[in-house]
């Protein structure tokens, strides 16, 4: 079975992304080409195009098929790629197809389902993606999610703009809260020291026990949220993880329980969770994710004890100048003949 692990060169992998500033920008030698996907704000395309030459699909009128066969038929065919982490370019076979001359693809977000990860390491493909550069400001926006289902901060406001009224619910305090945790990578790691700083219990369940933490582990899911007054979904979509909310762990974390996920829609069984919600059978939930982004079900958008917004975690600009920085450090690692800054690495 092949897994896959996000390295990086910082000595506590769970610890929040920093990155120094880019070096200033230098051309490379032989100006090599890159392929670019991904929309990049105007400052940090003129930072590439300083270092590199650019094969910009936006500033193409090609539909992205034909503009890939027009890049791959040039004379300086492009070596890397910077990609989408939204899926809508799927890297696989069919697209390494299209563009045979690509060494390195550099995702712009942590999470990796639409790179076929076996498939570009047969090509020897390698692959960088953003880990950790997310991890501060996702877990900041997990609390605020909870607090904001626990204390009815939206509903209120809700409330007061409709009516021009004050709106007094009782709320449930944070502290003292049992927090379950599915995937303890660098984002759910941030999240535990948030909620531990809360006063609340962490647990949590991932692909094996970690021993350098002290948090209580759940060899499933299911006993996890039997556990947890809160669970929270901070793990990698892959297929192991596709549903890992499913009805019969929403069923096992109970009336009072509250639901937060800032990883992939599809981790939760959507259809299952809005059941859930109608009948009763949880308290609540904090969604930032949805299975068919950009579409929202009708049905939680009438929900008072619901919290929704759209995939804008990572959103801040620190983050976005560290995203900028570190793909530019990953692509001219790469034209060096460097190690990776975030390379991933898939083993059995």
Do not use: W
Request: aromatic content about 6%.
């Amino acid at each position: 079975m092949l897994a896959i692990r996000s390295h990086s060169t910082d000595s506590d992998a769970a610890s929040e992304f920093r990155i120094t500033a880019a070096s200033p920008a230098r051309q490379m030698p032989s100006s090599p080409s890159v392929l670019v996907l991904y929309r990049l704000k105007p400052a940090i395309l003129a930072d590439l195009a300083g270092r590199f030459r650019l094969l910009d699909s936006h500033a193409s009128p090609l539909p992205l098929d034909a503009f890939l066969v027009a890049a791959a038929a040039g004379d300086d065919p492009p070596r890397a790629a910077v990609v989408p982490g939204s899926g809508v370019v799927r890297i696989d076979a069919a697209f390494l197809d299209a563009v045979p001359s690509l060494g390195c693809i550099v995702s712009v977000s942590a999470g990796l389902n639409h790179v076929d990860l076996p498939e570009c390491a047969r090509r020897g493909v390698v692959v960088a993606n953003a880990a950790g550069i997310y991890s501060a400001d996702v877990a900041d926006y997990a609390v605020g999610l909870l607090i904001d289902v626990l204390r009815g901060v939206s509903a209120g406001d809700r409330f007061l703009r409709r009516r021009g009224e004050f709106f007094s619910p009782l709320g449930s305090r944070l502290g003292g809260r049992r927090i379950g945790i599915i995937g303890l990578g660098s984002i759910g790691s941030a999240i535990a020291r948030r909620f531990e700083a809360f006063g609340c219990i962490v647990s949590y369940h991932s692909r094996r026990q970690k021993h350098d933490v002290s948090y209580g582990y759940h060899a499933t899911v299911l006993d996890l949220a039997a556990s947890s007054d809160v669970l929270v979904v901070a793990c990698a979509l892959t297929a192991e993880t596709r549903h890992v909310v499913d009805r019969a762990v929403l069923d096992a974390l109970g009336s009072g329980g509250v639901l937060v996920n800032v990883a992939r829609g599809t981790n939760v069984d959507e259809a299952e969770l809005v059941r859930a919600l109608a009948e009763g059978r949880i308290a609540g939930a904090g969604l930032e994710v949805f299975e068919d982004e950009p579409n929202v079900p009708a049905q939680l958008l009438g929900m008072e004890n619901v919290v929704l917004t759209h995939h804008q975690a990572v959103f801040t600009p620190e983050a976005m100048a560290d995203l900028d920085r570190l793909v530019v450090g990953n692509l001219e690692a790469f034209f060096a003949g460097t190690p990776l800054l975030t390379p991933v690495l898939v083993f059995d």
